[in-house]
T-cell receptor, first 115, second 114 residues
Framework: AQSVTQLGSHVSVSEGALVLLRCNYSSSVPPYLFWYVQYPNQGLQLLLK??????LVKGINGFEAEFKKSETSFHLTKPSAHMSDAAEYFC?????????????FGKGTHLIIQP | EPEVTQTPSHQVTQMGQEVILRCVPISNHLYFYWYRQILGQKVEFLVSFYNNEISEKSEIFDDQFSVERPDGSNFTLKIRSTKLEDSAMYFC????????????FGPGTRLTVL
């Protein structure tokens, strides 16, 4: 079984500031980890994912995330926020084993960008 | 760019009525999914579908729910007798194959049960 905790339902940063969205997971098997973004009235779009290999993964729009097994974390960062980054961000996990592949999502973090 | 589409965007129904939510996954994708998000809550997995059968389902996916791929392009979610608590945003997703881990999501159908 897997679970995801996203700390902070709302995060507000100034334009140009560092973005840090936190995600912690639990999984009984090695996890696959994902960050999705949702803009208003749109579906979920994959930002980046970790499956195996390099623990620092880069995604679209300048975002990156680092898988830290010892901390069971997969925090999302971006060095410099842009107004267009304002959206809802979801962290998700699934087990790496065969078979079950439904994603388990966190509750989401609403990112607000202050001008 | 190929995308998952869902219809309708918003469905309003009376409690006890049957509803069918429709999805057109990306062409040549093999794995299909339904998720739901009750307002203010997390996105929850309902069911996955592969090779014309359910491969996994959550506790939420009880006998009131069913899925079907009737014609090789559409993927539907049927709720037989809707309850107030079925009001939610329902997302369809698809994935190309075993080697791909990315699920592509549709824009969702907002279901309101009165």
């Amino acid at each position: 079984a897997q679970s995801v905790t996203q700390l902070g339902s709302h995060v507000s940063v100034s334009e140009g500031a560092l973005v840090l969205l936190r995600c912690n997971y639990s999984s009984s098997v090695p996890p696959y980890l994902f960050w999705y973004v949702q803009y208003p009235n749109q579906g979920l779009q994959l930002l980046l994912k970790y499956t195996t290999g390099a623990t620092l993964v880069k995604g679209i729009n300048g975002f990156e995330a680092e898988f830290k097994k010892s901390e069971t974390s997969f925090h999302l960062t971006k060095p410099s926020a842009h107004m267009s980054d304002a959206a809802e961000y979801f962290c998700a996990v699934r087990g790496s084993g065969g078979g079950a592949d439904g994603l388990t999502f966190g509750k989401g973090t609403h990112l607000i960008i202050q001008p | 760019e190929p995308e998952v589409t869902q219809t309708p965007s918003h469905q309003v129904t009376q409690m006890g009525q049957e509803v069918i939510l429709r999805c057109v996954p990306i062409s040549n994708h093999l794995y299909f999914y339904w998720y739901r998000q009750i307002l203010g809550q997390k996105v929850e997995f309902l069911v996955s579908f592969y090779n014309n059968e359910i491969s996994e389902k959550s506790e939420i996916f009880d006998d009131q729910f069913s899925v079907e791929r009737p014609d090789g392009s559409n993927f539907t979610l049927k709720i037989r007798s809707t309850k107030l608590e079925d009001s939610a945003m329902y997302f369809c997703a698809s994935r190309s194959g075993r080697s791909s881990n990315e699920q592509f999501f549709g824009p969702g159908t907002r279901l309101t049960v009165l």
